[in-house]
């Protein structure tokens, strides 16, 4: 809704753009619209100073696994909140396809995390197919290389 409220946009809920990982629509100042993704990391990027890109789901019982939503991402731009020393609450924003880039040629140097055994315990209490999500880890210095910042607006910081 932040994004959306900011940047002049429209909060697309239907199904088919869900799968796609995609949150809202956005006109630019130009009036191009663009498609986006919005990824909320404020507290995790203040306290690890890194963002997790989630590439697969995982269900534990059975082994089976699917495409995680960045490989899914069907997006032109990645609204991450994240927290930068710059400006506090801040919108980070890169176009899909050069995160996408920036993680084929960084993959083997990357660290990697998945789900906790708590987070996929109660995943499994909810019944969901898939209880663990695995991806990389991008530490916020270099996110910071291929993202526009632009502080958050319409919050209390």
Same mark, same amino acid.
């Given at each position: 809704?932040? *994004?959306? @409220? ?17 949150? #809202? ?5 130009? +009036?191009? /619209? ?8 404020? $507290?995790?990027?203040?306290?690890? +100073? #890194?963002?997790?890109?989630? @590439? ?6 059975? +082994? #089976?696994?699917?495409? +995680? *939503? ?9 609204? $991450?909140?994240? $927290? ?6 801040? $919108? ?6 050069? @995160? ?21 315990? /109660? ?15 991008? &530490? @916020?210095?270099?996110? %910071? %290389?291929?993202?526009?910042?632009? &502080? ?6």
């Amino acid at each position: 809704q932040l *994004c959306v @409220m900011q940047f002049n946009g429209e909060l697309l809920q239907q199904k088919a753009y869900q799968y796609k990982d995609i949150d #809202a629509r956005i006109t630019s100042k130009q +009036g191009s /619209k663009h498609l986006v993704s919005v990824k909320d990391q404020l $507290w995790s990027s203040e306290k690890y +100073g #890194a963002i997790q890109i989630e @590439m697969e789901l995982i269900n534990t019982v059975t +082994g #089976a696994s699917i495409d +995680g *939503c960045f490989k899914k991402c069907e997006a032109d731009y990645y609204f $991450w909140r994240v $927290w930068t020393e710059e400006y506090g609450d801040t $919108w980070a924003i890169v176009k899909v396809s050069a @995160m996408k880039q920036y993680i084929k040629d960084n993959a083997a140097n990357l660290k990697k995390w998945q789900t906790q055994e708590k987070t996929e315990a /109660k995943n499994r209490s909810y019944n969901r197919k898939y209880d663990r999500a695995t991806g990389y880890v991008v &530490p @916020m210095e270099e996110l %910071k %290389k291929i993202a526009q910042l632009k &502080p958050v607006e319409g919050t209390k910081q």
